[in-house]
Each structure stands twice: as C-alpha cells, then as structure tokens.
C-alpha cells in the first residue's frame, strides 16, 4: 500500500499548498502507470507526463513489470478523467530524470512517486531535485517521494538500481536548497519513525 499512500501524499501537499486549481500546470517526472496524471487533468489542471524512453525502461525492467508509461493513452487507463477533457489537457514526452529538457519551465508544481531513488547515486539525486525546482515559476512547489534508509546515517546503497537517502544525504540537500533561496516550508527537518 506503499504506492497509495505515496499518491495521497503528494496530492494533499499540493491540495495544501493550493497549487490543484484548475488552469494550473504540473509536470509529472517518471509517471509510470500511476493515476496523478488523470486525477490532476480531472480538476482542470495542465499536465505534461513525462516518462524514460521504452527502450531504456526495458533494459532497466520497468516495462517488464508494467511500472512505465509508454504514451499517453497509457496515462488515463482508469477513466479517472473525463477522455475529451485528458486530451485536451495532458501531454506526454519522453524524458530521462537525468537530464531534463531545457524548455520544461514555468510550471506550478511538479511531482515524483518514488522513482528518484532509480537515478544512479545519491548525487545524482541530489541533482534532479535541484533541476526539478528550475522548472518552476517562482512560489511553485515540488514534491517528491522516495524509499528512505532508517537504519543506518551511514552505510546505505549508492551508484546502484536503487539508491537510498539517509538522514545525512536529506540534510544536505536542505542545505543545498536553501543556498539558492529555496523554502522547505520548515524550519528543521523532521523524522518520524
């Protein structure tokens, strides 16, 4: 149930941060198969999907086990949203979180569900976030879930398939952020285990 509640979480940060109006414009990194994108176009809101080339995802398994969008009809499978209105509203464009289209700007919000950890390494998570915030409009917001290492504040998977942030590697991005001018909307950041 990991999944859904990585959507529901995603969805009340934006809700909360009232950025879900409709005319807003999202961009979604890595959508896979999940339902965001019909959701969104479903409150009026422009969404641009992106999602790694077929090719790609194959070599790295997620065609394989159903989690990459290979077009855009892929992206309203659940008639979450109303076919006329997803059409008119939703684009779709291949895209590798590694290296982000330099015309993807000017959006309000923009999203991932759990795919930064498939980046590489954690510097290269690091990177994505930094160039995921360059995508937005001034006041926009970015949320992003990914897999966290509880246990240790030291060893942890790196330059792998899967790349786990500790508590270390989250403080440093925060410093990161904010050396640039970026709210975090907290002052500390906080864990709950």
């Known amino acids: ?22 005319g807003a414009r ?9 339902p965001l994108t019909s959701v969104l176009a479903a409150r009026g809101i422009h ?29 309203n499978s659940r008639g979450l949203c109303a076919q006329d209105q997803f059409d008119s509203l939703v684009d ?12 993807m700007r000017g959006f309000d919000f923009c999203w991932s569900a759990c795919a930064l950890e ?4 954690i510097e290269q998570r690091l990177q994505f976030i ?19 290492n509880c246990l240790s ?7 792998a398939s899967t790349v786990l942030f500790r508590q270390r590697d989250f403080i440093a991005l925060a410093k990161r952020l904010r050396r640039r001018g970026h709210d975090l909307g907290c002052e500390d950041l906080r864990y709950s285990f």
């Open 118 to 121: 498939h980046l590489g390494s």
């Open 130 to 148: 930094e160039k995921s915030i360059d995508c937005l409009s001034p006041g926009g917001v970015a949320v992003h879930t990914t897999e966290f």
């Open 47 to 75: 969404i641009m999907a992106t999602d790694l080339d077929v090719e790609v995802a194959a070599r790295q398994g997620w065609v394989e086990t159903d989690q990459h969008a290979r077009n855009k009809e892929m992206l």
């Open 92 to 103: 779709f464009r291949v895209m590798d979180m590694n290296s982000i289209d330099e015309d």
């Open 153 to 159: 504040n030291h060893a942890t998977l790196d330059n």
């Open 1 to 22: 149930h990991r999944k859904q509640w990585e959507f529901c979480y995603i969805l009340q940060v934006l809700d909360a941060c009232g950025v879900m109006q409709g």
């Open 26 to 34: 999202g961009l979604g990194f890595g959508v896979g198969d999940e």
